[in-house]
Nanobody
Framework: QVQLAEIGGGVVQAGASLRLSCVTS????????VGWFRQAPEKEREFVAT????????KYADSVKGRFTISRDTLQNTVWLQMNSLKPDDTAVYYC?????????????????????WGQGTQVTVSS
């Protein structure tokens, strides 16, 4: 099992940048992909970005492509989500999650059911 903790949420104005960190602990020696998801009030949790264990493969939701960047340092057990050009529609609770993956570490996942371990979430509020 992997424990995850999100750091870095806050309140910013539209157009600003914010960087979220996801610090992992526990069983971090086995390969796992990490995903960022978000949930706005009265909406379902949605996929934002994901990165493979190796860090070489990433995927983004269309709504954030070109504005958000996901990266990771496996030795530091940390995954980052750099968010630029933030919009009010980006307002949500952001969660990071871990999914066990195969030994080559090339896979990533975009569905919530594919992830077994979740952080507690961090609030991001973008004002207009």
């Amino acid at each position: 099992q992997v424990q995850l903790a999100e750091i870095g949420g806050g309140v910013v104005q539209a157009g600003a940048s914010l960087r979220l960190s996801c610090v992992t602990s526990g069983r971090t020696d086995a390969p796992y992909a990490v995903g960022w998801f978000r949930q706005a009030p009265e909406k379902e949790r949605e996929f934002v970005a994901t990165i493979s264990w190796t860090g070489r493969r990433t995927k983004y939701a269309d709504s954030v492509k070109g504005r958000f960047t996901i990266s990771r340092d496996t030795l530091q057990n940390t995954v980052w989500l750099q968010m630029n050009s933030l919009k009010p529609d980006d307002t949500a609770v952001y969660y990071c999650a871990a999914a066990s993956t195969e030994s080559t570490g090339h896979y990533y996942y975009t569905e919530t059911y594919q992830y077994s371990d979740w952080g507690q979430g961090t609030q991001v509020t973008v004002s207009s």
